[in-house]
């Protein structure tokens, strides 16, 4: 029984909750044990150039409470969570001085980082942890197994290669697999490393619906059904804004996008509630005929 | 103290760039992280000076949406990102920083989160707040912000480090 | 007690900067048994070793310490000072207060100075129990091995085979010629490659002195210097020599499939095949792991129509023993691994190729009959790009500059161009080096070319098209913009790396590499980039380092000028630095056999007992068995243990 510490990161909690909501029904299939934390707070990814400092306490603070002897590690939503986790591992581990200082500001609230927690991506979860074996047992036929897929693992899953990750870089493989085990298509395309623009979304909204824009748009020619995500950023950007992007560049919504847990638990048999896909605001109703179990 | 703990940059990588361009022809934002990394390793010297303030000053640098691919397809390794983050909080020092951020980090102080609850829109095009969604969903409610006031001070504390 | 004489090297400032020479000289005066003490400028010039020699003849000394550089730059000079001087050449003790004192202690002067009066101290305990030692001639067998049939191989075997010794010339492809042979043509002249190749690939043939050994491997090496025996295996071809007349109608039948190698992949050939038509020998080859015959039992074609009947399938591998005195390396280089660039889509798109994939479809005797066309897509590409410096230069993949990418790249613009007069072509750069002879001359030529654009930035990023075109992403400096140029075709000037036999010969022969790139050591960057670690085995060509083809042919022939001057002496003189058992105290318990890592030591019977006996020829002095000794029964002759002891004792006190 794998026993994870969840991690949702505050974009989940406030905004994008069918992150969370599909996660949580499908890991209950999975016999995976979720352990929700008593104390969270902000990882601090979005500010950690204006104060360095206080992102790197928040992303200390985050290590020290999550950490929990029993379990096999923190499981991060969020991309942007995901990389600030595994880099402050890095930078604490090179830097004692840095460590000191976190130190200090965890001791007055009772809090140490003496063990490191394994950092965990849903990715890594599904492929490694759970098994693509596993996962090809799920899928008992009904769909139609021509729909082509695109797999989106975003920017922070995997770069930068100075901090190890769960796959390469500039041609990782493991979602691939999934979207096979599941019994679909997948192929490589040119956009597939491309970024959706979410950062910019805070200081300049613009040039991040521009990004938004090549990435659908140039995804969508290569005659995808579907594009899957698992970073709720992501999926704010390609799904929920996909409409408003499109627009903005006199186009429409043409990419239906869904989150990578929303297609494996329609695969499980999960309703369509409970994993939130009525949340989903890319055209997902054109893709579900092809996707679903019969 | 907190400033000389917090750096990031390897001063040996930067200096690598041996002013390929490829960093440039990668970026999504049409950014030239290139032009980052000579003006930083030219501040040292007193000619570059001048420019090295216009870079800090010049908005370009919050036009980087870190997808990190320049440092991903550099021949010399130099870590760019590291670059644009120093230099970008060279520029909040000097009091340019878009409010936004700001703001985040207000949020945080007051509640452990960067954001607040907000509208969140259905399919149907049904109108929620956050709290009702996570009902509805059946999730937990958004944790309760206790012992905010110690934390907001840490963190008031750790603003003013840098 | 031997008379010593101590001489002070100043080397100018290099030790005297740094370390008290008056001191030293005042604290070495005071040692019994030392004679005189001189110190000088420079010893190792005219003037100082005619002092030295002056010196040694009216002190009346028998043994000389002598305190300057390393042993290796001047060993041999004060050496034969002694010799001069009526002295055995092996009474000196070399001591290094530069490289290991001065050079090093630069900023801590009274410490580097106690040190090096330490040192001097030392060594003069230890000369005292020096004794005469006499080298030995052994002779050498005039012949040489030549690994590699490429044109560096080739240039190496002429010349050594010209000065009148048998070469034995091993390649393990069933035709020699190497890379050059896939080239169309070469940089700067455009001479046509095989038209100045294949010449030289007949008069190899054709030379009475050259054993030409093709479809051969190195299986193993032993001896030295002077008299090395080499095991080489002869792959079967299942074609008897002796009786094909090289018509070739055996491959015309051939029914089964496989890559092309020699056309880089490009287009298949038979399971019976030549690698080109100008191949040398003219032998086809069966390849059992595609042969129908070998993998299903059925076929025989080529058995049937053989006019003399030379196939023969029951054809064995055959191991050859050859004596040799000297062996050159020259086994060449290969195009690194172009998908590890995943950004430049080598692999994920048919019309992303490799510079030497170019080479192979402009060649009037490649996959294409000399017809530039895309892969796969068999469309002549009006748009073509050219990616320098992919993989090279780069962190990620190979540090060092590939030396022949960028004038290859202007080569490659130039065919297009002759070849497709429309074509539009972009190189994409951020440098252009052109240092060699024409070079800069040439890329003038290129450049002044309509319809050829060169763009100083590196290409970004390859990106395809669902029009089956590819676009590559770059900034244009001189511009200053982002670019998207559409392509029909991209062609990567890949780096190089050592070809991947380099890495079992190197292991067999013990030489050293570098670790980027695979390539073999060579025994001084500057002064010797001919010579190895191990005395009669020399490299040249692109094995040693990237280089281009009037560069790898110097190195060949001066490969060759070494080997032909080391026969031609007739015998080398050996170090006397050889082990010697002291079979009174050898109890014959093989710790000694073990350790030695040359084979070297053999337990042989004496008087009765089992005692170890060492091996002259073979023992390189590494001093592995006399550590491993239990007994002390085994030292090498002025580097005893009691010696060495002396010398620690001196510098503990």
Redesign the interface.
């Known amino acids: 029984m794998v026993r994870l510490t969840l991690f949702t990161g505050?974009?989940t909690?406030?905004?994008q909750?069918a992150v969370?909501?599909s996660i949580?029904s499908v890991l209950k299939y999975f016999n995976i044990e979720l352990v929700?934390p008593r104390?969270?707070?902000?990882c601090?990814f979005?500010?950690?150039?204006?104060?360095?400092?206080?992102s790197?306490?928040?992303t200390g603070r985050l290590l020290a409470s999550l950490y929990d002897a029993e379990s096999s590690g923190i499981l991060a939503l969020c991309n942007g969570c995901y990389l600030m986790l595994r880099e402050a591992i890095h930078r604490l581990r090179e830097?004692p001085?840095?460590l000191e200082?976190v130190r200090s500001?965890l001791r007055?609230?009772g809090l140490d980082l003496r063990s490191i927690p394994r950092i965990v991506h849903p990715i890594e979860l599904f492929h490694d942890m759970i098994g693509i074996e596993v996962l090809r047992g799920i899928s008992r036929g009904g769909q139609d197994r021509n729909t082509v897929i695109a797999t989106h693992y975003g920017?922070?899953a995997l770069?930068?290669?100075?901090i190890p990750s769960f796959d390469n870089?500039?041609?990782p493989s493991k979602m691939e697999r999934i979207i096979e085990a599941l019994g679909f298509r997948t192929r490589?395309y040119?956009?597939r490393?491309?970024?959706c623009?979410?950062?910019?979304l805070?200081?300049?909204p613009s040039?991040?619906m521009k990004?938004a824009y090549?990435k659908i748009s140039g995804t969508a020619?290569?005659g995808f059904q579907l594009l899957v995500t698992t970073c709720p950023y992501c999926f704010e950007m390609l799904d929920?804004r996909q409409e408003a992007v499109m627009q903005m560049f006199g186009d429409e919504p043409k990419l239906p996008v869904m989150l990578l847990t929303q297609l494996i638990g329609l695969q499980i048999g999960l309703s369509e509630g409970s994993v939130?896909?009525?949340?989903?605001?890319s055209p997902?109703d054109r893709v579900l005929p092809y996707i679903l179990r019969r | 103290m907190a400033a000389e703990t917090i750096s990031w940059i390897s001063v040996e990588t930067v200096r690598a760039c041996y002013t390929c361009f490829k960093c440039i022809g990668v970026c999504p934002a049409g950014l030239k992280p290139n032009l980052f990394v000579k003006a930083y390793i030219g501040s040292m010297f007193r000619e570059f000076r001048e420019v090295y303030e216009e870079v800090i000053k010049d908005s370009s640098i919050w036009m980087c949406a870190r997808c990190l691919k320049c440092v991903e397809v550099c021949p010399q390794k130099v870590s760019l990102n590291d670059v644009i983050e120093y230099l970008q909080h060279e520029a909040t020092k000097r009091g340019l920083v878009p409010q936004v951020y700001l703001t985040m980090v207000e949020n945080t102080m007051n509640s452990y989160l960067a954001f607040a609850s907000q509208t969140i829109v259905s399919r149907d095009g049904d109108i929620y707040m956050t709290e009702d969604v996570r009902s509805l969903l059946g999730l937990d409610p958004l944790p309760e912000p206790q012992n905010i006031e110690k934390f907001r001070e840490r963190l008031r504390l750790l603003k003013e480090a840098g | 007690m031997g008379r010593v004489a101590v001489f002070l090297c100043h080397c100018g400032t290099n030790i005297a900067g740094v370390i008290d020479i008056q001191r030293v000289a005042e604290e070495i005066r005071k040692i019994s048994g030392v004679a005189i003490v001189q110190d000088s400028r420079f010893l190792c010039s005219t003037d100082g070793i005619e002092s030295m020699v002056d010196s040694i003849r009216s002190s009346g000394v028998d043994r000389v310490v002598v305190a300057a550089c390393s042993f290796r730059t001047h060993e041999p000079l004060f050496q034969n000072a002694l010799r001069r001087a009526g002295l055995n050449p092996y009474l000196l003790e070399l001591v290094n207060v530069r490289e290991l004192c001065s050079w090093v202690h630069e900023k801590e002067r009274e410490k580097a100075t106690e040190k090096a009066v330490k040192m001097i101290r030392a060594a003069i305990a230890k000369i005292q129990g020096n004794q005469p030692l006499e080298r030995r001639k052994l002779p050498v067998i005039p012949a040489a091995l030549v690994i590699g049939g490429g044109i560096a191989g080739i240039r190496a075997a002429l010349d050594i085979a010209d000065a009148g010794f048998t070469v034995y010339l091993v390649e393990k492809e069933p035709s020699i010629g190497g890379n050059m042979a896939r080239l169309d043509k070469t940089f700067p002249t455009l001479d046509c490659s095989i038209c100045i190749l294949g010449p030289l690939m007949n008069a190899v043939a054709q030379h009475p002195n050259i054993k030409l050994l093709t479809y051969s491997e190195v299986l193993s090496i032993e001896g030295r210097v002077g008299e090395f025996s080499i095991k080489i295996l002869r792959k079967p071809r299942y074609v008897r020599e002796d009786l094909c007349k090289g018509c070739l109608i055996c491959i015309a039948k051939c029914p089964a499939k496989a890559d092309d190698e020699f056309n880089m992949g490009l287009s298949h050939r038979k399971a019976i095949y030549i690698q080109y038509p100008q191949a040398v020998p003219r032998i086809p080859a069966i390849d059992p792991s595609t042969c129908f015959y070998f993998q299903k039992g059925i076929c025989r074609a080529c058995e049937k129509l053989c006019p003399t009947g030379a196939i023969d399938f029951s054809q064995r591998g055959e191991v050859v023993e050859v004596k040799v005195g000297a062996i050159v390396v020259a086994t060449g280089f290969e195009e690194y691994t172009a998908s590890q660039i995943y950004e430049y889509g080598y692999g994920r798109y048919p019309n992303v190729i490799t510079g030497l994939q170019l080479e192979r479809l402009v060649s009037s005797y490649g996959p294409t009959g000399g017809r530039l066309t895309v892969p796969r897509i068999d469309r002549e590409p009006r748009r073509i790009a050219i990616v320098n410096c992919a993989g090279s230069r780069d962190e990620r993949h190979l540090p060092y500059c590939c030396r022949v990418g960028c004038m290859a790249s202007l080569k490659h613009a130039w065919y297009i161009k002759h070849l497709i007069p429309d074509a539009e072509v972009f190189i994409f750069a951020d440098e252009i080096r052109a240092s060699g002879k024409g070079f800069e001359e040439f890329y003038r030529r290129v450049r002044l070319l309509p319809g050829v654009y060169i763009v100083k930035g590196r290409a970004s990023e390859v990106r395809g098209n669902p029009d089956g075109t590819v676009s590559v992403m770059a900034y244009d400096p001189a511009l200053g913009h982002g670019i998207s140029i559409n392509t029909d075709l991209v062609v990567l000037e890949v780096g190089i790396v050592a070809s991947r036999s380099t890495e079992s010969v190197r292991n067999i022969l013990k030489l050293g590499v570098v670790a980027q790139g695979g390539f073999l050591l060579e025994l001084h960057p500057k002064l010797n980039p001919i010579e190895t670690a191990v005395d009669g085995i020399y490299i040249c060509g692109a094995v040693a380092g990237p280089k281009d083809i009037p560069e790898t042919v110097a190195q060949a022939s001066a490969a060759a000028s070494k080997v032909v001057s080391l026969l031609s002496r007739g015998y080398i003189e050996t170090q006397p630095y050889t082990a010697r058992v002291n079979s009174e105290l050898c109890s014959g318990c093989r710790i000694c056999v073990t350790a030695c890592e040359y084979g070297a030591i053999r337990i042989v019977e004496k008087g009765g007992r089992s005692v170890a006996s060492v091996d002259e020829a073979l023992c390189k002095g590494c001093g592995a068995c006399v550590g491993s000794c239990p007994s002390r029964a085994i030292e090498i002759p002025n580097l005893g243990l009691d010696q060495i002891e002396a010398m620690i004792a001196e510098i503990v006190r």
């Open positions: 505050c974009f909690l406030v905004k909750v969370e909501a949580l929700v104390s969270v707070n902000c601090g979005a500010f950690r150039s204006v104060y360095p400092s206080l790197l306490y928040l830097n001085r840095q200082f500001y007055e609230e920017c922070h770069r930068p290669s100075t870089p500039l041609n490589d040119p956009e490393l491309d970024c623009g979410a950062v910019l805070a200081s300049n040039l991040a990004m090549s020619r290569w929920s939130a896909l009525n949340l989903n605001l997902v």
